[in-house]
């Protein structure tokens, strides 16, 4: 794999600011994805998962406000790009795939329409020839009798179809990055692995850079070349997929893990999680937002975050690893 | 009323539902009634000719994608809808004779008591969660006063609810206490069969572990069995003694989990562990993917296997003879004809 960066996320923080005080949603996040990469951004509800796609996206919400960092893609910074620079990117170079189809898809324009808008709006299609262009993506995207399906509006497709769809208009334009936002949450499991199959292979096709956000480990491990593992806004460890369930070494991850479901283990075996993410409202929030929960915490946990090297792409940031 | 009877807890024996659609409503079908006979209308079949038992004190799997049957089913065990045919006995007493719209007073209600998929919808969110708790002890149980209160007490601290969170109300709870207000008002009543429909799908895995590890204590604790709906085969291997595999209204193999999910049989079964994610690339060599979506359960061909066409066996005898379930081992059973 050459090793070029599509995207490079550095020193992203977030802020929401609301009644109750200004919360440290996301901070001094970073991480990259080379071009034909995948890479998963795993973690609880609450870790920032979605915010750091949000951010990246540019489609935050108009509470929240990115406080530092730069999202460099394709020699330019993505945070910096005013509107109507970022709307031409969007679509075109950079493409989501959102958690429901159902509600992301518009209920009342027939889906074959849907793809051509993109295909017009942004792959330099006329409005005569993007029709039979949508035909050719649904076909693309496995949809049996892609003609027939292209007159339907979403209410009359299963779940899967329609987030075949939604694949459909986000790869329309052959984009340079992909962010999927749990796109198999609330499919069936034969369902969800076609539909990351079909990801993956048409990702892979494009030499298109993937970020896949999950909280499954274990479909991240299959279908993502390296896991960044968040908690709380903070990245606390990136390793590749088989490296990481094979020696853990932050504390959170390796709990992460056991608590698992997984091909081997007993009810009993399974560990839950201490305590719960904290109050990022704090305003003396740890250095280390999982001390508080964890079993192996030094006094220097108070110091600012290290970033070590643990191996071959692999790092955490942790005092006290495994 | 008491458990004291032999043999299974809960036999559902050829039990079916079949759903009218098409129908013109009305007046305007009444009126074209009148005149000339109308050709029977194309009926649904959600749930067909489905036999099966839960014994006492175990926990039976249902696993099977969307649209397959396996929320109508719960629904006519949980005596929420009429079935068309067949029958549900619970402890030797038949209950498809009673109707649902009736139910809810019948002395049986308590013997079978449902743990809901989302815990934030299906509290009322006007009740704190003492009163989620003590509603059905006051209607089922006749209880009230301080004897309510001390109840309502204690199956918060069965279910690990600290006592200071009972006057909250759902929106002030986390999604783990939820689930658990869910638990402590469906085990209120002491039932005996407990359906549990993916309790823990909204959660996240290290809440989900401590409320499986919950369900697994209260099971043993108070002698239910359970009957577990879900999605996540992990789980379901897990938790379940026994495990039902259900395609399109039919149950196309059952056997206890341990055996299934080594050594599927049915085609479907095979696609189903197939899709499990797995971390170690070694697991996933000879996977099964199915393409294509299923046949249509309106007025299916009673001849034709509901696998055929998404199956990567198919073969014509498929498409002439449906079939049966039969035996395949000591305790399993597959509908397939090359199993």
Not at chain 1, 61 to 86: C, I, P
Not at chain 1, 246 to 254: D, Q
Request: hydrophobic fraction near 40%; charged fraction near 25%.
């Amino acid at each position: 794999m050459t090793a070029v960066p599509a995207l490079s996320v550095e020193d992203l923080s977030v802020e929401f600011r609301t009644r109750s005080g200004v919360v440290k949603v996301l901070e001094h996040v970073g991480f990259s994805v080379d071009k034909g990469e995948t890479v998963a951004l795993v973690g609880e509800s609450g870790s920032g998962k979605s915010v750091t796609a949000f951010a990246v996206m540019g489609i935050l919400d108009a509470a929240g406000k990115v406080t530092s960092g730069r999202a460099l893609f394709g020699g330019a910074d993505l945070l910096a790009l005013g509107e109507h620079d970022l709307a031409e990117q969007r679509g075109r170079e950079l493409s989501m795939i959102f958690q429901n189809p159902r509600t992301a898809l518009n209920p009342i324009r027939r889906v074959g329409l849907q793809i051509a808008d993109v295909l017009v709006r942004h792959g330099g299609a006329t409005r005569s020839d993007a029709p039979r262009a949508a035909v050719e993506m649904l076909k693309k995207v496995r949809i049996p009798d892609p003609e027939r399906r292209a007159e339907a509006y979403p209410f009359e497709l299963s779940g899967g179809m329609c987030q075949r769809i939604m694949i459909a208009i986000a790869l329309a334009c052959r984009p340079a990055l992909l962010i999927a936002d749990e796109p198999t949450t609330g499919l069936d499991v034969t369902t969800q692995a076609v539909i990351m199959d079909l990801i993956g292979e048409l990702a892979g096709e494009a030499g298109m850079a993937t970020i896949f956000i999950t909280h499954d480990l274990a479909l991240a491990a299959e279908y993502c070349d390296r896991i960044v593992v968040m908690h709380a806004g903070h990245i606390v460890e990136a390793a590749p997929g088989r490296e990481l369930f094979a020696h853990p070494r932050h504390p959170y991850s390796a709990k992460l893990l056991a608590a698992t479901p997984g091909e081997t283990v007993s009810l009993e075996k399974l560990a839950s999680i201490p305590g719960g993410l904290p109050d990022l409202r704090r305003p003396d929030l740890p250095a280390c937002r999982y001390s508080d929960r964890c079993e192996r915490r030094l006094d220097q946990c108070a110091q600012p975050l290290p970033q070590r090297t643990v191996g071959e792409r692999h790092v955490v940031a942790c005092w006290n690893p495994l | 009323m008491t458990g004291d009877m032999p043999g299974p807890l809960l036999d559902i024996a050829e039990l079916a539902k079949r759903f009218t659609v098409g129908a013109r409503q009305g007046l305007l079908a009444r009126a074209t009634s009148f005149r000339k006979p109308v050709a029977p209308l194309p009926q649904l079949h959600a749930v067909d000719e489905v036999s099966f038992t839960i014994g006492r004190g175990e926990t039976v799997g249902l696993v099977g994608e969307s649209g397959c049957g396996k929320s109508t089913l719960v629904r006519l065990i949980n005596r929420l809808l009429d079935p068309s045919s067949g029958s549900i006995r619970l402890g030797g007493a038949e209950l498809a004779d009673f109707k649902a719209r009736t139910f809810a007073s019948n002395p049986h209600r308590a013997r079978i008591q449902m743990v809901f998929q989302d815990a934030g919808d299906s509290l009322n969110p006007r009740f704190t969660a003492a009163d989620a708790i003590a509603d059905p002890i006051r209607r089922l149980k006749k209880m009230s006063g301080a004897k309510l209160t001390a109840r309502v007490e204690a199956l918060a601290d069965m279910t690990g609810l600290p006592r200071e969170l009972l006057s909250r109300f759902p929106h002030q709870l986390s999604g783990g206490q939820k689930a658990r207000v869910g638990i402590a008002r469906a085990v209120a009543v002491e039932p005996a069969l407990l359906i549990l429909d993916e309790p823990t799908a909204a959660l996240d895995v290290s809440v989900q572990v401590v409320i499986l590890q919950l369900l697994q204590q209260l099971k043993r604790e108070l002698g239910m069995s359970y009957l577990f709906v879900s999605h996540d085969l992990n789980v379901v291997r897990l938790l379940c003694d026994r495990v039902l595999v259900m395609y399109l209204g039919k149950v196309v193999e059952q056997g206890p989990a341990a055996e299934v999910f080594a050594d599927p049989k049915h085609p479907y079964t095979k696609a189903l562990i197939s899709a499990i994610p797995q971390a170690e690339p070694e697991q996933r060599i000879g996977r099964l993917r199915l393409g294509g979506e299923p046949r249509s359960p309106i007025d299916p061909d009673p001849r034709v296997c509901r696998f055929y066409g998404r199956c990567p066996k198919g073969t014509p005898r498929c498409a002439e003879e449906m079939p049966l379930l039969h035996p395949a081992g000591p305790a399993r059973q597959v509908a397939c004809h090359f199993a």
